[in-house]
């Protein structure tokens, strides 16, 4: 009787969690809409049209930036101009969404993970947003953003560090540091280039802390776009026997795919699903 009673707790909770997430999702839906048709919208309006609090309406407005669909302002937002929109389209091209919707699949529940700074890297961030339990540690703010707007809430942690410009990302000795402290399944990283003999490559001189999420990672994901391979770039980030697995999309061609399989990664050339 008792394992009944626990069990049917159990589906009312999940039952209560999926209408929850199902709500959210059309009021973000209705959200867009009237922004639409009227090009703004306040949080104060929002809370009272929706009978929530003005914290989960600007929960709402985050994520919807994040997936750049609105721009916020001071007590509400706008609809995104044209031009921001095209800027946005180009900078998270159709080959990062197929590279970041694969490397979702990978994974799984409570999986504790690193996500490196990059645009193909962010991209990820949107596609775990039914995980559950996930401990997500990022050395990139805008990314650390986007984790802290997703609905299930992930367990966030950051690197600290030294701001460096040029990545957009902290980096440096303390960063090391507060990596070497845990311990974690995957690590997702982008690269500027892939050098078939040597591994990833990249035009940031500061490549250490890559290394370490590398040491500190049982599986290293490498999420790159195809028209980055055989791409010439002096500095070195991760050489092949740090890699575990190679996302790219499905561009390549078979000479360089049996080359890149010769050194003993997983390729994955992923296409899309219609």
């Known amino acids: 009787?008792?394992?009944?009673?626990?069990?049917?707790?159990?589906?009312?909770?999940?039952?209560?969690?999926?209408?929850?997430?199902?709500?959210?999702?059309?009021?973000?839906?209705?959200?867009?809409?009237?922004?639409n048709i009227s090009g703004e919208v306040s949080v104060?309006?929002?809370?009272?049209?929706?009978?929530?609090?003005?914290?989960?309406?600007r929960k709402d407005?985050?994520?919807?930036?994040?997936?750049?669909?609105?721009?916020r302002r001071y007590g509400g937002a706008i609809a995104l101009p044209s031009e921001i929109t095209e800027s946005k389209n180009d900078k998270l091209s159709k080959q990062k969404k197929i590279i970041a919707k694969y490397a979702a699949t990978l994974v799984r529940d409570h999986n504790r993970i690193i996500i490196d700074s990059g645009q193909t890297?962010?991209?990820l961030v949107n596609e775990l947003q039914?995980?559950?339990g996930l401990v997500v540690m990022t050395n990139a703010l805008s990314i650390a953003n986007e984790i802290h707007a997703l609905e299930n809430e992930p367990t966030l942690l950051m690197t600290g560090g030294t701001w460096d410009a040029s990545s957009e990302a902290f980096q440096g000795q303390v960063a090391e540091q507060v990596l070497r402290s845990y311990d974690f399944d995957q690590l997702f990283i982008g690269a500027d280039g892939v050098d078939i003999e040597r591994g990833t490559t990249t035009f940031n001189e500061l490549t250490g802390l890559s290394r370490v999420m590398a040491e500190v990672a049982r599986e290293v994901i490498?999420?790159?776009?195809?028209?980055?391979?055989a791409k010439k770039i002096p500095n070195l980030e991760l050489g092949w026997q740090h890699i575990n697995t190679l996302i790219t999309d499905n561009d390549l061609s078979e000479s360089v795919r049996a080359q890149l399989i010769a050194q003993g990664v997983n390729l994955i050339c992923a296409k899309e699903v219609n």
């Open 130 to 132: 039914n995980k559950i």
């Open 1 to 35: 009787m008792k394992h009944t009673q626990t069990t049917n707790e159990s589906l009312l909770k999940n039952s209560l969690q999926y209408m929850s997430k199902r709500n959210t999702q059309q009021r973000r839906h209705s959200i867009l809409a009237e922004l």
């Open 222 to 229: 490498v999420m790159v776009e195809s028209d980055k391979i």
């Open 61 to 71: 407005l985050a994520t919807l930036e994040n997936s750049g669909l609105l721009l």
């Open 121 to 123: 890297t962010s991209a």
């Open 44 to 57: 104060d309006s929002l809370a009272k049209q929706f009978d929530i609090s003005e914290v989960s309406i």
